[in-house]
């Protein structure tokens, strides 16, 4: 018992056969002319497009138990044009800019999604665990790049603000600056800036101004506190202007970063002095060379007088 092929059926057939045995059919094949090669590549381009919705709209309803009818137009014609999208006659695609990433998550466990982010997102979620990692390129940040801050900063001009800004963590880019203490506001009292921080869980900038109108002091990777031992990690580090910016980051070679009691508060050590001191009083102060850091005086002299003090912190 023979099958009736419809027309389209037996084009389609033909160029399958075609296809596969290439030797066999296309033996005294006329060569078609221009135009009608253009045709039957339109009705092909057409015919692979209506397979291509057929096989989505398939495969979509093997997920779908049972959708009404009308439901079922309406999913084909929007997978239609999705397909008629990605075989537009341009056949170009737009650009992405280069300041947008596309990640995409997927596990065992959870649903999978894609996340689009900037790149300077990207950056303040990078958690740095060494400090030769974490060094950033001044050339990256412009001028205008200063971060929000909470207060108008007594201490720190713009050109403080940019320098400090480029060398800090990619984990607090894009943070607001919180103003935890400062001896203008609060008084000068160790006990109340360890009061301001007993909540906080976030890296700190702690700057002072000497007597001698030099500017200077630490990032530290965690709020200061009153500890037994010390606290901290590679990522903390001292600055200095005297004039010039001057960055002195984590030597490796111990791991004295902060300790604090009710006395006195210290940075850096190891050597028979610590990198920077503060007394009870935030009052006097010194600062040495240490194996921590492996730094100058931060002041023009190793004992000074503080003139004010304030301590940043990067959270919302």
Known sequence: MGVAYSVGEVDHLYTFFVQWSPDIYNKGKKKRCKSCNNVRKKRHNAYLVDKEVNGISKAFRKTVSKPKAAKKWERADMWKRRVEKLTDKTETMKKMRENIKVLYFASDCAEPYVEIITVKDSKRRLSLCSSVESEVDDSEYQEDDFPVMSHESQLLDEYHL?????????????????????????????????????????????????????????????????????????????????????????????SYFVSGNLESLQIGGGGGGFALWLDADLYHGASFSCPTFHNASLSTHEDFIVQDVEVWTMQN
Not at 164 to 170: R, T
Not at 193 to 221: E, Q, T
Not at 239 to 250: G, M, T
């Open 162 to 254: 940019q320098k400090l800004v480029a060398h800090l963590p990619p984990r607090t880019q894009g943070y607001p600056w919180q103003l935890a203490y400062s001896t203008v506001i609060h008084g000068s009292s160790l006990k109340t800036l360890y009061r301001n921080m007993a909540n906080l869980d976030s890296p700190v900038l702690l700057v002072i101004k000497d007597m001698h109108k030099k500017v200077f002091g630490a990032f530290c990777s965690d709020p200061f506190r009153v500890s037994k031992y010390c606290y901290g990690t590679g990522e903390t580090f001292l600055f200095s202007f005297n004039p010039d910016f001057q960055q002195y980051r984590w030597s490796g070679e111990n």
